[in-house]
Nanobody, 116 residues
Framework: QVQLVESGGGLVQPGGSLRLSCTFS????????MAWYRQAPGKQRELVAS???????NYKDFVKGRFTISRDNAKNTAFLQMTDLRPEDTAVYYC??????????WGQGTPVTVSS
């Protein structure tokens, strides 16, 4: 069953912005960590940013100052505000929701293409 659904991806010019959304359904329990990953063509999936239920955030260096992760705990939704997008940001972006270190779920991904 699909429990995580991402949206908001698309085609954008360099320097532009996009906001990705991820919503989890199917559980009433608190999500410990929500995170965004991305996978570019021919490359492995990599962590972009994460946020805990308490609001603590972590970013990889290549997105610091450009991307912002946030969440709405009441709606089981995470967001990734992406600004100053670069061609190297082109990838399929995936949301992950973790209830524990051994219990997590993946969305199907939303593609982001940055091109002039």
């Amino acid at each position: 069953q699909v429990q995580l659904v991402e949206s908001g991806g698309g085609l954008v010019q360099p320097g532009g912005s996009l906001r990705l959304s991820c919503t989890f359904s199917g559980s009433a329990f608190r999500i410990y960590v929500m995170a965004w990953y991305r996978q570019a063509p021919g490359k492995q999936r990599e962590l972009v940013a994460s946020i805990t239920s308490g609001g603590t955030t972590n970013y990889k260096d290549f997105v610091k100052g450009r991307f912002t992760i946030s969440r709405d705990n009441a709606k089981n939704t995470a967001f990734l505000q992406m600004t100053d997008l670069r061609p190297e940001d082109t990838a399929v972006y995936y949301c992950n929701a973790a209830f524990s270190w051994n219990d997590d779920y993946w969305g199907q991904g939303t593609p982001v293409t940055v091109s002039s």
